[in-house]
């Protein structure tokens, strides 16, 4: 084949041709392996122990629980702890940052002075859920006992069930939601929690009344309901409640309420 000079000064200013462009495959994003840790064969301070050193990387499965108290306490940094199984007393108490889950009921004071981070208990609690408690996420998908998030100070609890007697006692700050009903003397001398029930009140507490539903209230309660991952449940099957604040300053006409 004969090049003719036209097609030599073509070749020539072309030049050869550029190379594919290829994209380079996505670096794998490691993941921190799961450490099964069996309750009953490590003891409770050893398992304990074992949360409480992690980096906040860590991811943890505990077995056989069988109703251990205080399991899963103390922890400060953002590890993620699954409990299989039912636990005693204050479980995950002084929770700062990490994400516990307990797949059964628990015990007495969950999340009890709880500052950071998320419980959520796939079952029921007894009494005191979330009591003191800080800051955070309790996330309960069953009932709870009598005095659930007793002078709760910041953090928010959502209820799928119903709550029993007292509950919000002397609360200062934070949100508490039920999908359920409330027992006797909900709210009783509160002082600034936002309250929210879908079902029946049985009685408000000393200082506790009904407020009305705006616009405000209607989207805290639907981020609540968001982070829980409540789905399916309108802001408008609510009714409020919180302080009188008749209670905040002595005064000797109040005085039985004291």
Same mark, same amino acid.
């Given at each position: 084949?004969?090049?003719?000079?036209?097609?030599?000064?073509?070749?020539?200013?072309?030049?050869?041709?550029?190379?594919?462009?290829?994209?380079?495959?996505?670096?794998?994003?490691?993941?921190?392996?799961?450490?099964?840790?069996?309750?009953?064969?490590?003891?409770?301070?050893?398992?304990?122990?074992?949360?409480?050193?992690?980096?906040?990387?860590?991811?943890?499965?505990?077995?056989?629980?069988?109703?251990?108290?205080?399991?899963?306490?103390?922890?400060?940094?953002?590890?993620?702890? @699954? *409990?299989? &199984?039912?636990? $005693?007393?204050?479980?995950?108490?002084?929770?700062? #940052?990490? /994400? !516990?889950? %307990?797949? +059964?009921?628990?015990?007495?004071?969950?999340?009890?002075?709880?500052?950071?981070?998320?419980?959520?208990?796939?079952?029921?609690?007894?009494?005191?859920?979330?009591?003191?408690?800080?800051?955070?996420?309790? @996330? *309960?998908? &069953?009932?709870? $006992?009598?005095?659930?998030?007793?002078?709760?100070? #910041?953090? /928010? !609890?959502? %209820?799928? +069930?119903?709550?029993?007697?007292?509950?919000?006692?002397?609360?200062?700050?934070?949100?508490?939601?039920?999908?359920?009903?409330?027992?006797?003397?909900?709210?009783?001398?509160?002082?600034?929690?936002?309250?929210?029930?879908? &079902?029946?009140?049985?009685?408000?507490?000393?200082?506790?009344?009904?407020?009305?539903?705006?616009?405000?209230?209607?989207?805290?309660?639907?981020?609540?309901?968001?982070?829980?991952?409540?789905?399916?449940?309108?802001?408008?099957?609510?009714?409020?409640?919180?302080?009188?604040?008749?209670?905040?300053?002595?005064?000797?006409?109040?005085?039985?309420?004291?």
């Amino acid at each position: 084949m004969t090049v003719t000079p036209e097609q030599t000064v073509r070749l020539t200013t072309l030049g050869p041709p550029e190379p594919a462009v290829t994209s380079a495959p996505a670096a794998a994003v490691p993941t921190t392996p799961v450490r099964t840790i069996d309750v009953q064969a490590a003891g409770l301070r050893e398992t304990n122990r074992v949360l409480q050193a992690s980096d906040g990387t860590g991811r943890f499965v505990l077995t056989r629980p069988r109703g251990a108290h205080a399991l899963a306490v103390g922890l400060d940094t953002a590890d993620e702890v @699954v *409990i299989d &199984g039912p636990t $005693g007393y204050y479980t995950a108490g002084m929770n700062d #940052g990490a /994400d !516990i889950t %307990v797949d +059964g009921n628990v015990g007495v004071g969950v999340a009890e002075n709880m500052m950071s981070g998320t419980v959520r208990v796939n079952g029921s609690a007894s009494q005191s859920a979330g009591a003191t408690a800080h800051g955070g996420l309790l @996330v *309960i998908r &069953g009932d709870a $006992g009598a005095r659930c998030g007793i002078s709760m100070k #910041g953090v /928010d !609890i959502v %209820v799928e +069930g119903s709550i029993g007697h007292m509950s919000c006692f002397m609360g200062q700050a934070g949100r508490l939601v039920v999908l359920g009903d409330a027992g006797d003397a909900l709210g009783d001398s509160l002082y600034e929690v936002h309250i929210y029930v879908r &079902g029946e009140v049985a009685s408000l507490g000393a200082d506790c009344v009904e407020k009305s539903m705006r616009a405000e209230h209607h989207a805290e309660l639907e981020e609540v309901l968001d982070r829980a991952g409540v789905t399916g449940v309108s802001t408008d099957e609510f009714r409020r409640y919180g302080s009188a604040r008749t209670l905040y300053n002595f005064d000797v006409d109040n005085a039985s309420a004291y």
